[in-house]
């Protein structure tokens, strides 16, 4: 099984590129999705955060005013590490669980945005960085996500930066370009990096069972 670390920041293409692996048939963990899962009514992750940020984060329905706690965590560092405190363990867990079940001869892509923040990236046998210039990226966020100006330039630089990015990525996918161009890129590094490294680490899984 080949573990494979996807990241980007927000704007990037990140979700095209995970969308595309999917198709070429990758098994994607999803930590936005596995986020949404550990905030559900209910779980004890929603209720420790309505504890630490009050019950304005919470809708009337019980569920988790996302806008709300992203404007208290985006303009706070201490608070936004108190989110990741409550959040970040649950998400490690179910991960892991998606991980172990997956087939033993698949390419598991993490799907990571946080993977350089939290420090993540020698746990792949990869990482695949989706990299866009910062001023593409606030065009994105303005003109696809209807994001103002000042809202997405604080979302940027809540995260990592692009060289701390490009620090650890082996492969960078550039995405300045077209969605043609970045999808063709996708497709390469299939072809001639992930899936033969894939085949050498089943291989020699393989040897190593004596199967």
């Known amino acids: 099984m080949l573990f494979v670390g996807l990241t980007g920041g927000i704007g990037s ?19 936005d999705r596995l986020a949404r899962e550990v905030v559900e009514p209910g779980a004890p992750g929603l209720a420790q955060i309505a504890k630490r940020f009050g019950d304005e984060v919470l809708q009337a329905d019980g569920t988790l005013d996302r806008p709300a706690l992203g404007a208290i965590v985006f303009a706070d560092p201490e608070a936004r590490r108190d989110l990741e405190r409550i959040t970040h363990p649950r998400i490690a867990e179910l991960t892991a669980q998606a991980r172990a079940a997956a087939p033993r001869e698949a390419i598991v892509v993490h799907d990571m945005p946080l993977l350089v923040e939290t420090g993540l990236a020698a746990n792949y046998d990869l990482v695949l960085i989706v990299d866009a210039s910062e001023q593409v990226r606030l065009d994105r966020l303005v003109r696809d996500r209807g994001m103002a100006v000042e809202d997405a330039r604080a979302r940027i630089a809540a995260q990592a930066t692009d060289e701390q990015r490009r620090a650890v990525a082996d492969v960078v996918l550039d995405n300045n370009g077209t969605r043609e161009q970045l999808l063709a890129q996708v497709d390469a590094v299939w072809r001639e990096r992930l899936a033969p490294y894939n085949a050498e680490l089943v291989a020699k899984a393989g040897e190593a069972s004596g199967s």
């Open 13 to 31: 293409g990140k979700s095209t590129v995970s969308s595309r692996l999917t198709e070429l048939g990758a098994v994607v963990i999803d930590a």
